[in-house]
């Protein structure tokens, strides 16, 4: 029987509240208002400070994270405390990520330790704009071709998150900077409005995580537990186009 590691919960940089993780975690890397300036939705917001911690590369053990680097995925936490900047609910800066060898995007798996998210996702053109509302325990899929912002909607409760991805690529965020964010913000009194930086805003698709039913069966929480079982189904982040069924119909 695998011991349980030992509890090594450590505070956040931003809060100091305690991170939603048993095992070790590495300093955070932290964002700030003055990285998101370029991303939100009033151009002249003079809000300074940080607003949210990434502790990347994370493992429980290094049997786990050699097991991880064999792989070349990689496990991270995210915490995004509750704060409005300029009116509009706090948010990631956004980004997309690179298609593979193959010519498939690589794709990102998410969970919700605590709190609420907002994940708003949406294709290279813009045709397909998709808000995907999740809670505590609820796993997201953002599918290849899909960038990707993740918003804390909750006014007074603290977002913590899990992803698993390839560490085969570096993301890109270029595409959210010169477009001020993405297709749509949300803001605290008016809800979703458009950016007006786009030429073309398709409807907003707003669908509950728990409406995910393509990965239930092979996808679950928490999901670290993928790692510890070593489930062959992550090979998908750095193969999607051989998994294109956990994709299809994704977001219906």
């Known amino acids: 029987m695998k011991a349980k590691a030992p509890s090594h919960k450590k505070s956040s940089s931003v809060t100091g ?21 370029a991303v939100l939705a009033d151009p002249g917001c003079t809000c300074t400070g940080p607003v949210y911690s990434m502790y990347r590369d994370v493992a429980r053990s290094e049997t786990d994270r050699s097991w991880l ?3 070349q995925i990689r496990f991270d936490i995210t915490v995004i405390p509750p704060r409005e900047i300029c009116g ?7 980004h997309f990520h690179p298609d593979n060898p193959s010519g498939t ?26 808000m995907i509302m999740a809670r505590t325990g609820d796993i997201v ?6 960038g990707h912002v993740t918003i804390n909607p909750a006014g007074t409760t603290v977002l913590q998150m899990a992803n698993i991805v390839s560490s085969r690529f570096s993301s890109h965020y270029q595409r959210y900077e010169a477009q001020r964010g993405a297709a749509y913000f949300e ?27 393509g990965v239930r069966n092979t996808i679950t929480a928490p ?30």
């Open 141 to 146: 899929v953002v599918p290849p071709g899909y």
């Open 17 to 37: 509240f305690s991170v939603c993780w048993e095992g070790p975690l590495p300093g955070p890397s932290v964002r700030t208002a003055e990285d998101l300036r």
């Open 187 to 213: 803001m605290v009194k008016e809800g979703f409005v458009q950016n007006p930086a786009y030429a073309k805003h398709p409807p907003l698709r707003i669908v509950k995580a728990k409406r995910v039913d």
């Open 88 to 94: 509009e609910f706090i948010k990631t800066k956004g």
């Open 105 to 130: 995007g690589y794709p990102e798996i998410y969970e919700v330790l605590a709190g609420e998210a907002h994940y708003l996702i949406q294709n290279h053109d813009c045709s397909d704009v998709v």
């Open 223 to 252: 999901l670290y537990e993928l790692i510890e079982k070593r489930a062959p189904v992550l090979e998908f982040l750095n193969f999607p186009e051989k998994n294109e069924s956990l994709f299809r119909d994704l977001y219906p």
């Open 69 to 71: 680097t064999r792989q």
